[in-house]
Nanobody, 128 residues
């Protein structure tokens, strides 16, 4: 079992920054692909960013590319999402997820159903 706990969400003005953290416990996530997804009210959960187990491959949704950066610290068993130049449309609950069976060490999935464990989410609200 893997438990994921997100933190770092909050209220920020447009153009501001936030750094989300996802702390994993129960098992080491060194071999797992890790991802961030988000869900706005009335919308489906959508992919934001993912990082491979090795940390060498990172993929982003087009809507956040150039503004968000995903990273991981396997010693601390933590994944981060640095969010800069935030926009009102970034407002959502942000979820961290773990893919415990990545296809290969450099695989970073964009696909929701490929993730096996999920955190409870952290609210990010961007005011205009």
């Amino acid at each position: 079992q893997v438990q994921l706990v997100e933190s770092g969400g909050g209220l920020v003005q447009a153009g501001g920054s936030l750094r989300l953290s996802c702390a994993a416990s129960g098992r080491s996530c060194s071999w797992y692909g890790m991802g961030w997804f988000r869900q706005a009210p009335g919308k489906e959960r959508e992919f934001v960013a993912a990082v491979s187990a090795s940390g060498g491959n990172k993929v982003y949704a087009d809507s956040v590319k150039g503004r968000f950066t995903i990273s991981r610290d396997n010693v601390k068993n933590t994944v981060y999402l640095q969010m800069n130049s935030l926009r009102p449309e970034d407002t959502a609950v942000y979820f961290c997820a773990a893919d415990i069976n990545p296809a290969y060490s450099y695989y970073a999935s964009r696909v929701l159903h490929e993730y096996d464990y999920w955190g409870q989410g952290t609210q990010v609200t961007v005011s205009s």
